[in-house]
């Protein structure tokens, strides 16, 4: 790598980062090694292996993985290799198998990786060849755990555990699922994939960044709010401008939010209130909640209102609308961009509705807010390469921020969040032991 950990620092600086940590695709090759391969990756939810057999394949940064359900009920997510010539061994998005057998020359394998058979194994008598040597498993990652059912993969044996590591974003996660009157999610349908042609981090950035709602979807804001101010009065507002309504909000609404930063690079904004606070009630949802935990424990979990949690660098959750937006980075200018949505068990139907209209409405390449933004980090992916300037930055409220409790709370339309992920990244970046 031609970059030494003196030109790394200088490429951050604490108010603005040099261009090259979105252009440069030997920067991305560093992000790769050096902090994707030790932070905690989300890989999937372990209702998308709900029986033995089942699996997904998916990347934990550029590896390509299998988490599959074993025989003995347990979750293991391996690389996606032959342990004979190196192919990839599954190539199904999703499915259900008894063994993997690689395509190349029928290498088989059990769901946690073992090596069980090789064709025309006579040809290895008198060889060193033991088909119990580990060598020629499908390898495991080094580190699995899972928090609430959401499966992580942490490609490297040090570091931090998922719990430590996710810190105050786990009450994110808990939320999610405390939302169910069953207390758990489950996966409903395949991801929605959205092709960025940018740089992950922009994705990344932009889930905290409260500045642009009111500029970059104005147009659907305003659109949203002609819509409802020609209703005739006394008549419901439907559910579709409840939802688009707050991407319109003011300065004033996203600062009130407050941003809030932890270790790691993680990030939330929101807390008391967010842009899900508004919504109507479905009927049936408070009684089946109240059924489960009572009036007070429901209120309490109901008044959790965060808006993006950004477990950094890959995993971002809206408990309060039950979806999760994962980034795979493909390459330093392509990121793909998967919403998932989730199903709260023992809640109405129209819960879960409500969830796909959200991403119909915001998330979808097809959608009203979405591609603004797609065309924003486009913009930005573009011109970066000008001469007009090498640096990005990241100034606004810089300074300007307060510990409360385990977390640092800034003005919601403060950069904070973003200087604290390049904090991380340095941290991760600077660290040259492998
Ligand atoms: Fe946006």
């Not at 580990?134 to 755990?145: N, T």
């Not at 996710?166 to 409903?188: F, H, K, W, Y």
């Not at 930005?380 to 921020?401: E, F, I, K, P």
Request: proline share 6%; charged share 20%; hydrophobic share 35%.
């Amino acid at each position: 790598m031609s970059y030494t950990s003196l030109e790394l620092q200088r490429l951050v600086e604490p108010h603005r980062v040099h261009r090259d940590v979105y252009t440069d695709p030997q920067i991305f090759d560093l992000e790769m090694e050096r902090l994707w391969r030790r932070a905690w990756v989300y890989v999937g939810h372990e209702s998308q292996v709900a029986n033995i057999g089942d699996y997904i394949t998916t990347t934990v940064g550029l590896e390509p993985v299998v988490m599959a359900r074993d025989k003995n009920n347990r979750v293991q997510v391996l690389y996606n290799r032959c342990g004979h010539k190196g192919a990839k061994v599954v190539t199904q998005r999703a499915g259900s198998a008894r063994v993997f057998r690689c395509p190349y020359h029928g290498w088989t394998y059990r769901l946690d990786g073992k090596l069980q058979a090789t064709p025309h194994a006579c040809g290895y008598e008198n060889t060193d060849f033991d088909i119990d040597n580990p060598c020629f498993s499908m390898q495991s990652v080094a580190r699995i755990d899972a928090c609430r059912g959401f499966v992580f993969a942490c490609l490297s044996p040090e570091g931090p555990d998922l719990l430590a590591f996710l810190g105050d974003t786990a009450l994110t996660i808990n939320n999610m699922c405390d939302r169910s009157p069953q207390g758990e999610v489950e996966v409903a349908g395949a991801p929605l994939p959205y092709m960025h042609d940018c740089n992950w981090k922009m994705f990344v950035e932009n889930l905290n960044d409260a500045v642009h709602p009111m500029v970059a979807h104005a147009s659907v804001g305003h659109a949203t709010r002609k819509v409802v101010e020609s209703l005739p009065e006394g008549s419901p507002v439907p559910s579709e401008a409840e939802i688009i309504s707050p991407f319109g909000g003011s300065y004033e609404f996203f600062d009130s939010m407050g941003s809030r930063t932890m270790p790691y690079g993680h990030c939330f904004m929101g807390g008391k209130g967010s842009i899900h606070s508004s919504y109507s009630e479905i009927a049936g949802y408070m009684d089946a909640m109240q059924a489960s935990y009572g009036e007070q424990r429901t209120t309490e979990i109901l008044s959790q209102q965060r808006h993006n949690t950004t477990v950094y660098p890959s995993f971002t959750v809206k408990d309060a609308i039950q979806i999760v937006r994962v980034a795979r980075p493909i390459a330093v200018d392509k990121t793909l961009v998967e919403t998932w949505h989730f199903k709260l068990k023992g809640a109405p139907d129209e819960m879960l509705h409500r969830t796909i209209t959200y991403s119909r409405l915001i998330n979808s390449p097809g959608s009203m807010v979405g591609p603004d933004d797609w065309d924003c980090y486009r913009r930005m992916q573009q011109s970066l390469h000008s001469d007009a300037s090498t640096w990005v930055d990241m100034r606004r409220y810089l300074g300007r921020n307060e510990p409360d409790g385990n977390v640092h709370v800034a003005p919601g339309t403060s950069d904070e969040s973003v200087r604290n992920q390049y904090r991380a990244w340095c941290d991760y970046l600077l660290d040259e032991a492998q």
